[in-house]
């Protein structure tokens, strides 16, 4: 399994920091979500095949893990666009994978028939993207954070370009253990969100990873059990929370904690 960051978690950060940052610490992988305030990602100029960018990046032996889209499959047409955007701009740069979500079940719809009411729009997403030899990876997010959840639309839209995205706090929290998860989602997972912390009253408290009360070795040891090689990739969620500890903190102390939990794995 390799080391990954997304870019969520240094918001403020120049192309410069970036691969300083990946150098100085052995990143394997960097998932793109906002560079240099630029949050759709086909618009960023670092983003266009051949910058110096990808160039660097390339030269230091990190790839492009994945691009982070904000398309909500509960907003069918505006997913769609976006989705299709993402991919193209995805394949310009031989990154094969597009992050997507599937939204909030339809008021007055149980999760099977949400499944079915974002099914069509999903499955012409990814008949694009395999087109374009490129898999559109649906994140375990909003209403369906369980693998239970999820594997209800990976069944419904029945496309081989659709894998899953884990974020295992989303599962965790949502009440599921990590072998239940990986039980439902099977060989389908692609990419993996790590982070940690608390839940207090219904919010979370983020802290560096470890520090929490998620079971990471548990998480870990069902991802090598199962054969996953992919990339574990943190996604400290700094865009969105600022209070939380800054990247130069985070990233260096996810780098080690995570090599010392890899360590102990069966």
Same mark, same amino acid.
């Given at each position: 399994?390799?080391?990954? &960051?997304?870019?969520l ?10 691969l300083?940052c ?9 998932e793109?979500?906002?560079l240099e305030?630029?949050m759709?990602a086909p618009?960023? /100029?670092?983003l266009?095949?051949?910058?110096? &960018? ?6 230091l032996?990190?790839? @492009?893990?994945?691009l ?16 299709r955007a !993402?991919?193209d701009?995805a394949a310009a740069?031989?990154?094969r *994978?597009v992050?997507?979500?599937g939204?909030?079940v /339809?008021?007055?719809?149980?999760h ?11 499955r012409?997403?990814?008949? !694009?993207?395999?087109e374009?030899?490129?898999? @559109?990876g649906?994140?375990? #997010?909003?209403?369906?954070c369980r693998?239970?959840?999820?594997a209800l639309?990976?069944?419904? @839209?029945? #496309?081989?370009a659709l894998?899953?995205?884990?974020d295992?706090? #989303?599962s !965790?929290?949502?009440g ?12 389908? @997972?692609v990419h993996?969100h790590?982070?940690d912390?608390?839940?207090r009253?219904?919010k979370v408290d983020y802290?560096? &990873?470890?520090e ?8 870990l040891?069902?991802?090598?059990d199962a054969? !996953?090689e992919?990339f574990?990739?943190l ?6 929370h600022?209070e939380?500890a800054?990247?130069?903190?985070? &990233?260096p102390?996810f780098r ?8 102990q *794995?069966?």
């Open positions: 399994m390799k080391a990954c &960051f997304s870019t978690g240094c918001p403020d950060w120049n192309i410069g920091q970036i300083a990946v150098k100085d610490l052995g990143f394997e992988g960097i793109i979500r906002g305030g630029e759709f618009k960023s /100029p670092h266009q095949p051949d910058s110096r &960018f990808l160039q660097e990046l390339e030269g032996g990190c790839a @492009v893990a994945g982070g889209s904000s398309a909500s499959f509960g907003k069918p047409a505006e997913a769609l666009a976006e989705c !993402y991919v701009a740069i031989d990154c *994978l992050r997507v979500f939204g909030r /339809p008021e007055g719809m149980d099977a028939e949400g499944a079915k009411a974002l099914a069509p729009a999903l012409e997403a990814c008949q !694009y993207a395999q374009k030899d490129v898999i @559109v649906l994140e375990t #997010h909003d209403d369906w693998g239970d959840e999820l639309i990976l069944q419904t @839209v029945d #496309h081989p894998q899953v995205i884990w295992m706090h #989303h !965790y929290r949502h599921e253990a990590p072998a239940e998860t990986q039980a439902a989602l099977g060989n389908r @997972v993996v790590l982070k912390g608390f839940e009253e219904g802290r560096l &990873f470890g929490g009360d998620l079971p990471l070795v548990e998480m040891q069902t991802l090598k054969g !996953y992919g574990l990739s996604e400290w969620e700094k865009k969105w600022p939380i800054e990247p130069e903190v985070a &990233f102390q080690a904690k995570l090599t010392e939990l890899l360590s *794995l069966a």
